[in-house]
């Protein structure tokens, strides 16, 4: 038996006999008079690099915007510019940070809010979140002038680099629906809203 752990297709295979076989023959190779007993494996056609589709360019709240209509997301501008799109449950913010502008930050809120008495609560259910999800890494803010606390959930990505479209609509909508889960985990398993 090998010493690693077999994996996926690997599992169903019988280990050890199938590894000494392939050892042995592989030997075999390597001593000229039994060369012709060595069976030769076909290696696979490696398909020609091709050249991208699109260019990346810097990112930009136009080709955001832009985007985002690709996506039929309907949104509202705010007064920094930023982008607000709104749904039932929760708002999803898209908006350009950084020094130069080149971090896309899309920041989720639910519309509602929890109650102050509820902090540790919270901080556990969100902690639950990050810890099992990937994606949109949650936090409790600051309480509002109501004293409630709101829930977000936010991705950052650096893009100095420059995106090209389809990257960049993968991305809003990775984000728009991502958010919605989080939003309806809240309602749901969290039970926190």
Not at 166 to 177: I, R
Request: charged share 25%; aromatic share 8%; glycine share 8%.
């Amino acid at each position: 038996m090998p010493w690693w752990p077999l994996w996926g297709a690997q599992r169903g295979r019988s280990g050890a006999r199938d590894t000494d076989v392939r050892a042995g023959k592989a030997m075999a190779g390597l001593v000229g008079s039994h060369a012709a007993t060595v069976e030769t494996a076909t290696r696979p056609e490696i398909p020609a690099q091709r050249g991208p589709d699109c260019v990346a360019r810097p990112v930009t709240m136009k080709r955001i915007s832009e985007a985002l209509d690709r996506l039929e997301i309907r949104y509202l501008t705010d007064g920094d510019g930023s982008l607000l799109a709104m749904w039932e449950r929760h708002a999803l913010l898209f908006a350009l940070e950084g020094p130069d502008d080149e971090i896309l930050v899309m920041r989720g809120r639910p519309h509602g809010t929890v109650p102050p008495d509820w902090a540790d609560r919270s901080h556990r259910v969100v902690n639950e979140w990050n810890h099992t999800r990937r994606f949109c890494k949650a936090y409790v803010g600051d309480a509002t002038e109501r004293g409630m606390l709101p829930i977000y959930a936010e991705i950052q990505v650096p893009l100095l680099s420059g995106v090209h479209d389809p990257l960049l609509d993968e991305l809003l909508d990775c984000a728009a629906a991502v958010t919605s889960a989080f939003v309806e985990w809240l309602y749901d398993e969290g039970g926190l809203l």
